[in-house]
């Protein structure tokens, strides 16, 4: 199957002139989310890891299963005001503006490897604020997963030397 033809795009969203890929035709198909998950599994089996940093919220839709099927635990990396206990918060670029992101002070412990996943990307604004926040909490970064790569948008150019793996690149 090639997973490329199960992503809808719908042209000028959210602004005239975008291309957004929609990935919700691809995970209601049962056999191409089922086969993008197991085409990421493989892929990360090439990253040393022993956790999954997924943000919120369609970085959980590959990261959560990704951690379940590789043995590893599963850090939500959540918008502000989610988390109950005492969180590390950071600022970081959209395609479109900046938001925020928080993680818990406790959930990465000194030299613990992740992996940081999501289903896009883009500007890399989210990835690197992820890498900024494993970092800060004593975490090493073993590289980025991807299920697509918006290529054209060089957010690689914001990841480091850090490895990263695109499952689909535009």
Known sequence: MELIKSIREIENHPIEGVSFKDITTLLKDPKAYC???????????????????????RGFIVGAPLAYAC????????????????????????????????????AIQPGQKVLIVDDLLATGGTAAAMRDMAIELGGEVAGYLYLIELGFLDGRSKLGDYPVKSIICY
Request: glycine share 6%; hydrophobic share 40%.
């Open 35 to 57: 086969e993008a998950i197991d085409v990421m599994v493989e892929a990360s089996k090439d990253f040393e890891f022993d956790l999954v940093l997924a943000a919120e919220a």
């Open 71 to 106: 043995g590893k635990g599963l850090i939500p990396v959540r918008k502000p005001g989610k988390l109950p206990a005492k969180v590390l918060r950071k600022e970081y670029d959209l395609e479109y503006g900046t938001d925020f992101l928080e993680i818990h002070e406790d």
